[in-house]
């Protein structure tokens, strides 16, 4: 893996050579701080397809604006760190427009983790007058057109490309291959960006592109400061301002929200196997506590993870809570991966105990459901045809379902950007949503042994805290917090250290 000074030193010379404080400035003048409901637009022919223009509709944030003059600043580098629904995907086509406008930018390259995000990404990209190769599955459908629309752009018979890929399509030979003939002036923004810092997919990524521009609410990788180091040197620093739940909601980017927590005991015999696993996950941390490369920590992470999202206690929690909630709608059940018994997933016993038992109306949401089915489950929900979804992780990276309303997570993550992710995906605004209300199960740990109780205690100190702060932005934080407060005396935490 190339090292920050490798990277640096693959810069084109005419990046070295732009002066970046003069785009800034530029982009400032014509785009006035002062007037927050000013309108970007540009007078340009409307009749060129394919160059970057911005929409006549278009408001930017004043956060927005204030990320895309420092990523100027920056000289061409940044990470926006900015929470779900804050609009990173707006900003990011933002940025690419005023590159093409003032230094004649000619390529720009997306990469996303999941097809259902290049599919989201082509529908911004369409409002800012881009039709992009889309590069997923079957080379046959996009190789060619990507080489021939390249040639076109080195022979000057073509002004601009979009082309928007997802990882593993990136990684590949055929594209891979391709790499070499972009031109200087191309733009690679890497979306949902804490997956790039992996050694393989950080290896993929071309030190011949310059300008790198990456979005993610959480860019910190879990476990991981070297794939966080390294993400860093390649896109550049994480750049102000950092857009927080908490100024999103204030913004109202995001809705308001009711916070309440269910505290769920294990079972004797899911403790026993949780005490197990605890204690092997502190051998495993004395040895080497970097999870990229203690495959045997990762693995017990998991394990532990899983029995706790599939506590077989949070079934009955589900029950009661939905026995007082029939008519709730617009619902979203997160469950986690696992099994709860030998013969049944989580997702089918919650799915089994709504449907079949309570007769509330749902349908299952996972990474296996076709795009046009899930087009048609989204339908559904707004209709009130559904009142509820059963998903699994697919809902963890990007995908909208804004008309959401309600969640209730049965699967809770140790991992900040995912426990980030779930619970923020349901504040998304929406036409009529005035707020959204959360009802999380955290299951209480055991009380342990006296050689993994601080262990344990480390551990789960991090985790509360996120809840805390989840619950202390709530409509309803204090009652939240009187919750959670339960926890934190049971295993006599300090969180304010």
């Keep these: 893996m190339e090292s920050s000074k490798d990277f640096l030193s693959c810069q084109q010379d005419y990046i070295l050579q732009i002066n970046w404080d003069k785009l800034a400035q530029n982009f400032r003048e014509k785009y006035s701080y002062k007037l927050a409901e000013k309108r970007y637009v540009y007078h340009h022919q409307k009749d060129i397809t394919g160059i970057p223009q911005y929409p006549d509709d278009l408001i930017l944030r004043d956060y927005q604006k204030q990320a895309i003059e420092n990523w100027l600043k920056n000289r061409g580098r940044g990470i926006l760190k900015m929470a779900t629904g804050s609009g990173k995907t707006i900003t990011a086509l933002a940025i690419n427009t005023e590159l093409y406008h003032q230094i004649n930018l000619q390529v720009l390259l997306v990469i996303c983790p999941f097809r259902h995000l290049v599919l989201q990404w082509t529908q911004e990209a369409e409002k800012f007058n881009l039709f992009?190769?889309?590069?997923?599955?079957?080379?046959?459908?996009?190789?060619?057109?990507?080489?021939?629309?390249?040639?076109?752009?080195?022979?000057?018979?073509?002004?601009?490309?979009?082309?928007?890929?997802?990882?593993?399509?990136?990684?590949?030979?055929?594209?891979?291959?391709?790499?070499?003939?972009?031109?200087?002036?191309?733009?690679?923004?890497?979306?949902?960006?804490?997956?790039?810092?992996?050694?393989?997919?950080?290896?993929?990524?071309?030190?011949?592109?310059?300008?790198?521009?990456?979005?993610?609410?959480?860019?910190?990788?879990?476990?991981?400061?070297?794939?966080?180091?390294?993400?860093?040197?390649?896109?550049?620093?994480?750049?102000?301002?950092?857009f927080t739940l908490k100024n999103a909601i204030e913004k109202q980017a995001l809705v308001k929200y009711n916070y309440h927590p269910i505290l769920v005991e294990l079972t004797d015999q899911e403790a026993f196997h949780y005490a197990k696993l605890t204690k092997k996950i502190g051998w495993a941390l004395s040895e080497n506590n970097n999870l990229e490369d203690n495959h045997n920590l990762k693995a017990l992470l998991l394990r532990r993870?899983?029995?706790?999202?599939?506590?077989?206690?949070?079934?009955?929690?589900?029950?009661?809570?939905?026995?007082?909630?029939?008519?709730?709608?617009?619902?979203?059940?997160?469950?986690?991966?696992?099994?709860?018994?030998?013969?049944?997933?989580?997702?089918?016993?919650?799915?089994?105990?709504?449907?079949?038992?309570?007769?509330?109306?749902?349908?299952?949401?996972?990474?296996?459901?076709?795009?046009?089915?899930?087009?048609?489950?989204?339908?559904?929900?707004?209709?009130?045809?559904?009142?509820?979804?059963?998903?699994?992780?697919?809902?963890?990276?990007?995908?909208?379902?804004?008309?959401?309303?309600?969640?209730?997570?049965?699967?809770?993550?140790?991992?900040?950007?995912?426990?980030?992710?779930?619970r923020g995906r349901i504040l998304r605004p929406y036409h009529g949503k005035k707020e959204a209300t959360l009802f999380d199960m955290i299951v209480i740990p055991p009380i342990l042994e006296r050689e993994v109780w601080e262990i344990e205690r480390n551990l789960l100190k991090k985790e509360l805290k996120r809840f805390m702060e989840f619950a202390s932005l709530a409509n309803n934080a204090q009652s939240a917090m009187e919750i959670l407060t339960t926890l934190q005396d049971n295993f006599a935490l300090t969180l304010n250290n």
């Design 132 to 242: 992009p190769i889309l590069a997923f599955e079957n080379a046959h459908n996009w190789h060619g057109e990507l080489s021939r629309q390249l040639y076109n752009i080195h022979n000057n018979n073509q002004k601009f490309l979009t082309i928007i890929t997802t990882y593993s399509t990136f990684m590949g030979d055929r594209f891979q291959s391709q790499l070499t003939f972009f031109p200087e002036k191309t733009l690679i923004v890497g979306d949902e960006a804490h997956n790039l810092g992996s050694p393989r997919l950080l290896s993929s990524l071309p030190a011949n592109i310059g300008l790198r521009l990456a979005l993610s609410a959480t860019p910190e990788r879990h476990f991981d400061e070297d794939g966080t180091d390294f993400l860093i040197d390649y896109f550049g620093k994480v750049l102000k301002p950092e």
């Design 305 to 422: 993870s899983r029995l706790v999202a599939t506590a077989s206690n949070k079934l009955i929690a589900l029950k009661a809570l939905m026995k007082e909630r029939l008519t709730m709608k617009a619902t979203l059940f997160y469950c986690g991966d696992g099994n709860v018994n030998q013969n049944e997933r989580q997702l089918e016993a919650v799915t089994r105990i709504l449907g079949n038992e309570l007769n509330y109306r749902v349908n299952t949401y996972t990474a296996e459901t076709p795009v046009e089915e899930r087009e048609t489950i989204k339908k559904q929900l707004k209709s009130g045809e559904l009142q509820g979804i059963v998903a699994i992780r697919c809902l963890d990276e990007g995908i909208d379902i804004p008309m959401i309303e309600n969640a209730v997570i049965l699967a809770s993550s140790s991992n900040p950007r995912q426990f980030i992710q779930r």
